[in-house]
C-alpha cells in the first residue's frame, strides 16, 4: 500500500529565500503530482512528473522526481508572498487511478 | 478551468439525516472522484468511478454511497449523517488513468 509523507508539514520563511519541500513515497508510484491550495480553495495542478529524473519549472517552483530514492522535491527559489499556500504532493501505485495524497506543506512567506 | 461545479457549497445538517452532494462536470472525464479534507489528514478518498454505474470504494468509505447514472453526474450521499462527516468534501474528475486530476470547488458540510 502506498503512503507519502511530506516534510515539513509547516514552513515560514522570508521573502527573497530558497527552501525546498520533500515528498517521500513507500513503494513504486507511476507518476507524482504537485497540487497547490490557496485557503479556502480548492486545488490547482502544479506538475505532473513521469519518470526518474523528471525535472519541471514554473516560475519560482521547480519538482523534480528520484525514482531509486522514491523521493520528489518541491523547491523554491526566491520566495514571494504570494506563494504563501499549502503544498500537497501525491503518488499512484502501479499506475492505478486512485492517488494517495501527503498531508500537505502550509508554506508562509513573510516579508 | 476544468467546467467541474458542486452543490450546494455549503451544508448544514443534523445528526441522522440523509445528506446528498453533487458533482457535475462538462468535459466528458471518465473518471469521477469524490474526497474530504480534514485538518492533519490532507485528502482522502471516499469514492470513485470509471464509468457511468461503474464505481469503487476508497479509502474512507463506511457510511457514505455514490452512484453515477450520465457521465456528467456524480452523487455522494450520507445516509446518515454523524458529526465525524463534518468536512470538506472535494469531486475531482480525469479523463483517464492515471491523468492528473482536476478538483471542483468544495462543498463544506457540517453535521451538528
Known amino acids: 500500500e502506498l503512503k507519502v509523507e511530506q516534510n515539513p508539514l509547516f514552513l515560514s520563511m522570508q521573502e527573497g529565500k530558497n527552501y525546498t519541500i520533500y515528498c517521500n513515497y513507500s513503494?513504486?508510484?507511476?507518476?507524482l503530482y504537485w497540487y497547490r491550495q490557496d485557503p479556502g480553495k480548492s486545488l490547482e495542478s502544479l506538475f505532473v512528473l513521469l519518470s526518474n529524473g523528471a525535472v519541471k519549472q514554473e516560475g519560482r517552483l521547480m519538482a523534480s522526481l528520484d525514482t531509486k530514492a522514491r523521493l520528489s522535491t518541491l523547491h523554491i527559489t526566491a520566495a514571494v508572498h504570494d506563494l504563501s499556500a499549502t503544498y500537497f504532493c501525491?503518488?499512484?501505485?502501479?499506475?492505478?487511478?486512485?492517488?494517495?495524497f501527503g498531508k500537505g506543506t502550509k508554506l508562509t512567506v513573510n516579508p | 478551468d476544468a467546467g467541474i461545479t458542486q452543490s450546494p457549497r455549503h451544508k448544514v445538517t443534523e445528526t441522522g439525516t440523509p445528506v446528498t452532494l453533487r458533482c457535475h462536470q462538462t468535459e466528458n472525464h471518465r473518471y469521477m472522484y469524490w474526497y474530504r479534507q480534514d485538518p492533519g489528514h490532507g485528502l482522502r478518498l471516499i469514492h470513485y468511478s470509471y464509468g457511468v454505474k461503474d464505481t469503487d470504494k476508497g479509502e474512507v468509505s463506511d457510511g457514505y454511497s455514490v452512484s453515477r447514472s450520465k457521465t456528467e453526474d456524480f452523487l455522494l450521499t450520507l445516509e446518515s449523517a454523524t458529526s465525524s462527516q463534518t468536512s470538506v468534501y472535494f469531486c475531482?474528475?480525469?479523463?483517464?488513468?492515471?491523468?492528473?486530476?482536476?478538483f471542483g470547488p468544495g462543498t463544506r458540510l457540517t453535521v451538528t
Open positions: 501525491a503518488g499512484n501505485q502501479g499506475g492505478s487511478e486512485k492517488l494517495v
Open positions: 513503494t513504486t508510484s507511476d507518476r
Open positions: 475531482a474528475i480525469s479523463p483517464g488513468r492515471p491523468d492528473e486530476q482536476y
